[in-house]
């Protein structure tokens, strides 16, 4: 049984815990870069709107969290990481763009699914604030079955997330950073490469989308 029967699989030490430590880091500090350039530039000023400039600061999802839709650097690991994925499926993929979000306590992801160009979906978490006291899982709904899948740092859960609800309860620690990775088979039809941009790590604005 694996993805394409339970519509998930778990790819342990899918990334190296350094790579991890490091986005987290990444994340964090990108924050504070985005609350710095906000009070003394508007990036309306040079006809970018904030959530490609700067990331946005209100994710329309989970309200109040910061996101950070197709940057260069994660776009780039989403192309580097995708051969070990294409492994784990025995699929070639099509890598479609990247997406982090950075939660704060009390925040909770309510059950959905997403769009054709998520068709396979990877969750990796890349660090959590030190007071954490249980691992945050992600719970999926799959032929009426739920499962709570645990993922440590280094771990990936690829998932097909235009089809598999999936969600996850509040947030009980100050911080916690997941990265996903959204790819279509390169055999569909319907495949969205770069989603719709032309090339990865591009933005989404200047690109038209």
């Known amino acids: 049984m694996g993805f394409f029967d339970n519509g998930y699989i778990l ?5 190296s815990l350094e790579m991890c430590k ?14 710095v350039l906000q009070k003394v530039s508007s990036p309306i000023e040079f006809g970018v709107p904030t959530d490609d400039f700067f990331g946005c600061s209100s994710d329309s999802q989970v309200l109040g969290s910061m996101s950070l839709r197709g940057v260069p650097f994660f776009d780039s ?7 070990t994925f294409e492994k784990s499926l025995n699929r070639k993929l099509v890598p479609n763009y990247s997406y982090c979000r950075l939660y704060r306590r009390g ?8 769009r054709k160009s998520c068709e396979v979906s990877v969750t990796l978490p890349l660090g959590f604030s030190d007071d954490f006291s249980d691992i945050w899982k992600i719970w999926l ?19 097909k997330g235009d089809e598999v609800l999936h969600w996850r309860d509040e947030l009980e620690y100050t ?3 997941q ?14 490469e770069y989603d719709n941009r032309p090339y990865h790590g591009l933005s989404y ?4 989308g």
């Not at 925040?107 to 997403?114: C, F, G, N, T």
């Not at 990265?179 to 969205?192: A, G, P, Q, R, T």
């Open 175 to 177: 911080d916690h950073v």
């Open 22 to 35: 490091f986005g987290y880091k990444f994340v964090l500090d990108w924050e504070i870069r985005q609350k």
């Open 141 to 159: 709904k799959e032929n009426d079955t739920k499962i709570g899948v645990n993922l440590k740092p280094g771990m990936a859960l690829l998932y």
């Open 179 to 192: 990265l996903f990775l959204h790819y279509n088979f390169d055999s569909d039809e319907s495949k969205i």
């Open 107 to 114: 925040q909770v992801l309510d059950p959905h699914v997403d």
């Open 205 to 208: 604005y200047l690109m038209g």
């Open 77 to 83: 690991l989403m192309v580097y990481l995708m051969s």
């Open 11 to 15: 790819v342990r030490d899918a990334i």
